[in-house]
């Protein structure tokens, strides 16, 4: 019993091999290039389609986008330091109001002070002419200068210097009758006199007017606020563009309303924001429209590279890379990034001659590889 067991199993196994290798026949009799069809097609799939891209060097300016909010560099707070009723100036003494350098802004009542001070002057001018017939006697070199000193003295005009004074003893007596306390006094109450008349010591507009003409005033007193046209917008930027910029370099900004504005670099801070480690930078502008807080965006106009390309920026490698189609393979060239931008990069190593592989994934996967172009953007 057991042997026949045996012997049906060594039957159904010849069987089965027997039909394997029948199988095994039959189908290298009907697929007789199956193997070569198959070799086909790894070699097709060795060389891959691609698109390049050209670049022709050239000459590139470098861009840094900056952003920032604009403050006046040309404001003062008008007080006034004398006594008395305020008067008109040139325009109206009004918010809004413009004025150009050297325009009366406001004026204060100077009539007293004015009469008061030549009443000083006509003291002084007595003193002076008591003194001279001393001066002829005991000093007659110095004579002829005071002479002529007196002889041009008006009351209503202001003080000229005094003479050149060279003898210590002609010092002492004209100390002594006090002509230099009068002089200098007088000279102090010229400059006050100055001050009952404000004038815009720049070209603005008057942005705050707490005082109109016929109010009395007091020293001390606020009576606006005055702006110029010079404005500043303060940005930052990164250490690695630090190098691209320098004073005096172009920026052309825009603000929300579309408006264009054009500054100029005036200064580059030397100290880091701990915040965003960038760097402060101060743009002048000049233009009535602006005003304090309003945003602007625009881009720094810096340094000039010569013989670079800008390419995407993600056709550049971590190892400083890009893929090239040379002679048929997908080749790694070596390039030097020069200045980085939110989407591209500016890069030097490339010629017009080098098809740029515009692979923006598995470029690792297809260095060394066979590759056909089918299309070339130059």
Do not use: C
Not at 212 to 236: A, H, I, K, S, W
Not at 288 to 316: A, K, M
Not at 349 to 368: C, M, P, S, W
């Amino acid at each position: 019993m057991t042997d026949r067991i045996k012997k049906n199993r060594y039957i159904a196994a010849g069987s089965a091999i027997g039909i394997i290798l029948f199988t095994i026949l039959l189908v290298g009799l009907l697929f007789p290039d199956g193997d070569t069809r198959a070799g086909d097609a790894v070699s097709e799939e060795s060389s891959r389609e691609v698109t390049v891209t050209s670049f022709e060097p050239g000459d590139l300016q470098a861009e840094i986008r900056v952003t920032g909010r604009v403050t006046s560099t040309q404001r003062i707070e008008l007080f006034s330091e004398v006594q008395g009723v305020l008067l008109p100036g040139d325009r109206p003494f009004r918010t809004g109001v413009r004025y150009s350098s050297g325009d009366l802004l406001i004026r204060v009542d100077q009539t007293e002070a004015a009469l008061e001070l030549n009443a000083q002057r006509s003291r002084f001018f007595t003193a002076l002419a008591g003194a001279l017939s001393t001066i002829k006697l005991d000093y007659p070199d110095q004579y002829q200068a005071w002479y002529e000193y007196t002889d041009r003295f008006d009351p209503e005009n202001t003080l000229p210097d005094l003479p050149k004074i060279e003898e210590r003893q002609l010092r002492l007596f004209l100390t002594t009758r006090g002509i230099f306390d009068q002089y200098y006094s007088i000279r102090s109450a010229e400059n006050r006199l100055g001050k009952y008349a404000l004038r815009a010591p720049f070209s603005g507009e008057l942005r705050g007017a707490d005082l109109t003409p016929g109010n009395l005033v007091q020293p001390g007193v606020r009576l606006g606020e005055f702006v110029g046209d010079t404005y500043e917008l303060e940005t930052f930027i990164s250490l690695s563009d630090l190098d691209f910029i320098s004073e005096g370099d172009r920026v052309e900004l825009s603000a929300a309303s579309g408006q264009t504005l054009e500054g100029t670099i005036t200064r580059v801070g030397s100290s880091v924001d701990p915040n965003t480690q960038a760097f402060p930078v101060f743009v002048e502008l000049r233009d009535p429209s602006l005003r304090s807080g309003l945003y602007l965006e625009g881009s720094i106009r810096g340094q000039i590279f010569d013989d670079v390309v800008e390419i995407p920026r993600n056709l550049l490698t971590r190892s400083n890379t890009v893929l090239v189609a040379d002679e048929g393979k997908a080749t790694h060239r070596e390039v030097e990034p020069i200045q980085f931008k939110r989407e591209t990069v500016i890069v030097r190593g490339l010629t017009a001659d080098d098809n740029v592989i515009g692979l923006r994934a598995d470029a690792a996967t297809l260095a060394g590889a066979s590759v056909t172009i089918i299309d070339n953007d130059r």
